[in-house]
């Protein structure tokens, strides 16, 4: 006989021997009435009657007492193996009446279930804090590196293994800067990052684009985007993790493209140098032997090679931006003085346009470190644009202060055609030019790409605030000398040279 059986036979036995003793009792009460006493028969009818329902009441609470146990002790036991702590204690088996083998037996069933859940639990984690075994890390298409807390690599998969070219056990164990020799296209680099929110936060994500990849035994450069994930609070020690989607293929073309271009116009220098030096002799030779209608063709002409010596300066200048070779030496300057020498030079440009150009500039600016010639090209790119998207409006504003921060900020206002903010994202990246207006409008999307690199070379930021349909305001802080200075201290550096991406040591590119 098994055990359920088992309790069923036992309630059998229980009920038929509580309903036999209340019938026996009714039957037992009636006669008694009836023989010993001389009330009347209908009144002793309804005693036996009020005594057997008190006696049915007894049963039902006794058999439910007896029923429920079981089905008590069965809930405490789930609930005391249950994986969520319900604060429910262990069962009491010896005060069961009925159903105490059945019970038993589910309950030892119940806690070999749970067993064997809690060390299937305890292996999965085991298996998922191991990375090296698990599938959807190993098998990820994308290079991913897991760091500890001192930047050392405790997981590489095969892609990690396969993009750089070193095996996978041979990663295990070397710091990541060690690894990767990753150059950035500014001063916000994945080491700064990490520094920061080390500092500051529990948990953080950081993302960078056009990163370069310096492979070691003559393998050709790789350039991708850098995706990282920091969390202090891992109970595994996986403290960083950080995800390479290459871009090789798609940025080098863009780079080839800058090179080819590079190169075929380093080839207009010299003539357009000697074509700029023969207008000045006939401006200085001709300047009062000439009718207006000539004065005005020299005039344009002198413009339009100032223009074209610009462009020739922006191609080559981004060329040395991608190639890391951009070499800035910052010297102490009086800000007012180089921001009019470069508007003078601007002045006959926006004249031939029949614009002008209103600067206004507050009193008492500190000296600040500049390159002056690439300054010149961020306030040309800067104006230059004012003047091709300023439309029918013929005034440009410039204007120049000193931040609460402390930082020399400079602004250029048209208010011409204005960028929609679908546009904003992508306008200092290289090549981009607004589909709407590309056939009316020359360029070649490089301006605005080359000036960002230049103030973050020189420790500032460039921002556009802009509106369509009523004009653009480009802006951009440079750091006063002084700042520079303390920088110099910290860094340890001897002479003011910057590089596109940042400070430039012993005069050799130092790459962040």
């Known amino acids: 006989m098994d055990h359920l059986q088992q309790l069923r036979a036992t309630i059998h036995q229980y009920l038929f021997g509580l309903l036999a003793l209340e019938n026996l009792s009714s039957v037992a009460i009636g006669w008694t009435l009836a023989t010993y006493t001389h009330l009347d028969p209908l009144l002793v009818g309804l005693i036996s009657l009020t005594s057997s329902l008190a006696f049915s009441l007894v ?5 439910t007492r007896l029923v ?18 319900q604060g429910v204690a262990a069962p009491q088996f010896d005060g069961l009446r009925v159903g105490r083998e059945l019970v038993e037996s589910l309950s030892t069933q119940v806690f070999q279930l749970a067993n064997v859940a809690e060390h299937a639990n305890e292996e999965s984690q085991r298996q998922n804090s191991n990375l090296a075994n698990n599938f959807i890390a190993q098998n990820l298409p994308l290079p991913l590196f897991v760091l500890d807390s001192s930047e050392t690599i405790k997981f590489a998969n095969v ?59 003559n393998h050709p450069t790789l350039m991708f985007d850098l995706a990282a994930y920091y969390n202090r609070a891992n109970s595994e020690h996986d403290e960083t993790m950080l995800a390479l989607f290459d871009h090789t293929k798609q940025y080098s073309q863009d780079d080839q493209a800058v090179s080819f271009i590079a190169l075929s116009v ?11 030096g023969y207008i000045e002799v006939f401006e200085e030779e001709l300047g009062g032997k000439v009718d207006a209608e000539l004065q005005d063709f020299m005039f ?30 910052l010297q102490e300057e009086q800000w007012p003085s180089v921001l009019k020498s470069a508007i003078e030079a ?29 300054i010149y090209e961020v306030v040309n790119n800067l104006v230059d644009n004012a003047i091709k998207y300023s439309g029918t409006s013929k005034v440009i504003k410039i204007d120049t202060h000193l931040t609460q921060g402390g930082l020399i900020e400079t602004t250029v206002q048209d208010f011409g055609l204005g960028i929609s903010g679908n546009i904003m994202p992508n306008l200092f990246t290289k090549f981009y030019r607004d589909h ?8 070649t999307g490089l301006g605005l790409y080359l000036s960002k690199a ?46 596109a991406h940042g400070w430039i040591k012993n005069h050799s590119l130092y790459r962040r």
Request: net charge positive.
């Open 68 to 85: 429920v146990q079981p089905i008590r002790a069965l809930w405490q036991t789930i609930l005391h193996f249950s994986p969520i702590d």
């Open 454 to 499: 230049i103030v973050s070379a020189h420790g500032g930021q460039l921002w556009v605030r802009s509106k369509e349909g009523e004009g653009s305001t480009f802006g951009f802080t440079i750091k006063p000398y002084a700042q520079l200075t303390e920088e110099m201290k910290k860094t340890g550096d001897t002479d003011l040279v910057r590089g």
């Open 346 to 374: 601007l002045s006959l440009r926006a004249k031939v346009r029949g614009m002008r150009i209103e600067c206004t500039m507050a009193g008492n600016l500190p000296s600040v470190g500049v390159d002056r010639l690439s």
């Open 159 to 217: 892609a990690a293994a396969k993009y750089i070219g070193i095996a996978a056990a041979d990663l295990i164990g070397k710091n990541i800067y060690m690894v990767l020799d990753m150059s950035f296209p500014s001063e916000d680099t994945f080491d700064t990052w990490l520094k920061s929110v080390k500092e500051k936060s529990a948990t953080a994500t950081g993302s960078w684009e056009r990163v370069r990849l310096n492979v070691r035994d």
């Open 59 to 63: 049963i039902v609470i006794i058999m």
């Open 300 to 329: 344009k002409m002198k413009a339009q090679a100032e223009q074209l010596m610009a462009f020739v300066n922006n191609i080559l200048n981004v060329a040395r931006v991608d190639d890391d070779q951009l070499e800035l030496r």
């Open 436 to 443: 709407r207006n590309r056939a009316q409008i020359g360029g």
């Open 266 to 276: 380093h080839e207009l220098r010299t003539p357009l140098t000697l074509l700029r």
